[in-house]
């Protein structure tokens, strides 16, 4: 009788673990979802390739040779530039069509539509 009650105890406790795993993954389909949906927006897309063009700016201007050669960044510096400048690399790759689609129906006076 107590190896039948420990095998329903197990069966109960593997019942919790998969219905947290099918809730973490809607949770996490249902982020991605609202957040490709705020990120596709042409105005998001306008304020992002502007933050992309400012920052690459600063880092241009941060970054030109002074009179004296030195040393390349190194540590956090480096580091941090080049996983944003690979981030905003990513961006425009995977948004690029989008962002042509939005561009072409604003020029033409339609609005744009939502992705599918």
């Given at each position: 009788?107590?190896?039948a ?6 069966a109960a ?11 973490t ?41 002074p009179?004296?050669?030195a ?11 080049g ?34």
């Open positions: 009788m107590k190896h009650a420990v095998t329903a105890v197990i406790a593997e019942a919790r673990v998969a219905d947290c795993r099918r809730d993954r809607a949770g996490l389909r249902r982020t991605r979802s609202a957040i490709h949906a705020i990120l596709t927006r042409p105005s998001t897309l306008m304020v992002a390739a502007g933050v992309a063009g400012l920052a690459g700016f600063v880092m241009a201007r941060a970054w030109r040779a009179a004296a050669p040393a390349a960044p190194t540590g956090i510096r480096a580091t941090a530039a996983a944003a400048l690979a981030w905003v690399v990513r961006q425009g790759v995977v948004f690029w069509p989008q962002i042509l689609k939005a561009v072409a129906c604003v020029r033409r006076g339609a609005t744009p539509s939502a992705p599918g």
